[in-house]
Every structure is written in structure tokens, then in C-alpha cells.
């Protein structure tokens, strides 16, 4: 079993940065892919980052180049960097934890345990 929790979400301006962090609990957590997902209003759930247990990353083509994902196993820790944001980075960003560990998981089935997710608002 895994717990996931997040935090550093709030209200930024447009062009502003923000550092998300996900806590996880279980020794298992450095075996596992970790990825960020968000979820705008009335929006499907999408993908934005994984990072493979040997860290090796893939990001959504929206977030390509402004956001950065990176793990510290030692700290059981995985982060989102967000640079350059946009009022269409607005959404509730969940950090989620894959039995895929080699991999780089990007859909929702794919990922067995799931953060309750923090607030990003980005204001124009």
C-alpha cells in the first residue's frame, strides 16, 4: 500500500513558477513510476509527467520545456517544477504512483495509487 499526499498548490500569475511536492509513505516507493496528472473544470483527468524509478522522464507536449519532474527516493518525494505558467495550467494537479517502475506510464489505468490533489489557479 501506498499513500500519496501533495502539496504546494495556490494562486500564482501568469508567468509566475510553483514547486508541487508529493510525500509518499511504503519502503516500496523508489520501484515505483511517479507521475503528475491534473484535472481542469468540467475536464477529463490528463497527463502531464512520469519519471521512472531510474528517473528517466516524459512530459505531456502542453508542458513540454516549462515543467520539470524529479524524484528523491531517499526523502520518499517526488516534485512538479512549474515555470512559465498559464492560465490553462488552472486545475487540480494529482501525484500518482505506478507498478510500472521501468516504464513511463501515461494513462490513468495504468497508475494503482492516487493523491486527494492540490489547487493550482493561474490568474491572467
Known amino acids: 500500500q501506498v499513500q500519496l499526499v501533495e502539496s504546494g498548490g495556490g494562486l500564482v500569475q501568469a508567468g509566475g513558477s510553483l514547486r508541487l511536492s508529493c510525500a509518499a509513505s511504503?519502503?516500496?516507493?523508489?520501484?515505483?513510476?511517479m507521475g503528475w496528472f491534473r484535472q481542469a473544470p468540467g475536464k477529463e483527468r490528463e497527463f502531464v509527467a512520469v519519471?521512472?524509478?531510474?528517473?528517466?522522464?516524459y512530459y505531456a507536449d502542453y508542458v513540454e520545456g516549462r515543467f520539470t519532474i524529479s524524484r528523491d527516493n531517499a526523502k520518499n518525494t517526488v516534485y512538479l517544477q512549474m515555470n512559465s505558467l498559464k492560465p490553462e495550467d488552472t486545475a487540480v494537479y494529482y501525484c500518482?504512483?505506478?507498478?510500472?517502475?521501468?516504464?513511463?506510464?501515461?494513462?490513468?489505468?495504468?497508475?494503482?495509487?492516487w493523491g486527494q490533489g492540490t489547487q493550482v489557479t493561474v490568474s491572467s
Open positions: 500518482a504512483a505506478s507498478a510500472m517502475g521501468a516504464g513511463s506510464p501515461r494513462y490513468r489505468y495504468e497508475y494503482d495509487y
Open positions: 511504503g519502503r516500496t516507493f523508489s520501484s515505483y513510476a
Open positions: 519519471i521512472s524509478w531510474r528517473g528517466s522522464t
